[in-house]
């Protein structure tokens, strides 16, 4: 069963706001652009977002395995990342913001080779496995369906608005990159956005049963 529309577009609402907001990967991404390029900067953006599939298929798997095995540790899992959402928000929310973006010389690399370390990158990182199994299982909405589906519905979401997002960022690195820089308390108030999402999605996945 598909997810209904209203559970798509809360998702994709929240999911938007914080891939916009200032973090390694679309600071990479600007900077990529800003250096060497329009057409470099999307490549790169396309395979930070493309690696968030990677993620999708563990939380997936895991939210399913965790179900199938014990509802107990299935309830467990959403306290634990009900926490670490609310630990990340408190971070968010404390932010000073400052987020700069700058042009550093970069030795010449083919658009796989960035696409490929863009897909590294994301794939590897720890912390965005940390995330998908936090986030998305408290949009899986009981009576529609697999949990295991929906959280591979959620995550395909996530990758497609991260790939718009990024590769606009790409596109228009240029643009955005000299606007942050003159406005440093942009990226503190989409800080202050997420952080404020952050904290009530996880107190809302560990009050939620």
Excluded at 13 to 39: E, F, H, Q
Excluded at 113 to 130: D, E, H, R, S
Excluded at 181 to 191: E, T, Y
């Amino acid at each position: 069963m598909l997810i209904s529309p209203e559970q798509g577009l809360a998702f994709l609402a929240a999911a938007m706001l914080i891939t916009v907001s200032p973090g390694p990967d679309n600071l990479m991404v600007l900077s990529m652009g800003m250096s060497r390029g329009r057409k470099q900067g999307v490549v790169f953006g396309l395979g930070c977002a493309l690696g968030c599939l990677s993620h999708t298929l563990l939380a997936a798997l895991g939210v399913g395995a965790l179900i199938a095995a014990s509802p107990t540790a299935f309830t467990a899992l959403k306290v634990a990342g009900g926490l670490y959402l609310i630990w990340m928000g408190i971070g968010a929310l404390r932010s000073k913001g400052g987020a700069q973006v700058g042009k550093a010389a970069l030795p010449e690399e083919s658009l796989c080779k960035l696409f490929a370390k863009g897909l590294f990158a994301n794939a590897i990182n720890p912390k965005v496995v940390l995330f998908f199994l936090s986030f998305l299982p408290q949009f899986v909405v009981a009576g529609r369906g697999e949990a295991s589906w929906q959280t591979a519905q959620l995550g395909l979401i996530f990758t497609m608005q991260a790939c718009l997002l990024f590769g606009a960022l790409g596109y228009f690195s240029g643009a955005v990159g000299r606007w942050i820089n003159r406005n440093p308390r942009a990226g503190l108030w989409l800080d202050r956005g997420a952080g404020a999402i952050f904290v009530g999605l996880g107190l809302r996945l560990i009050v939620a049963r």
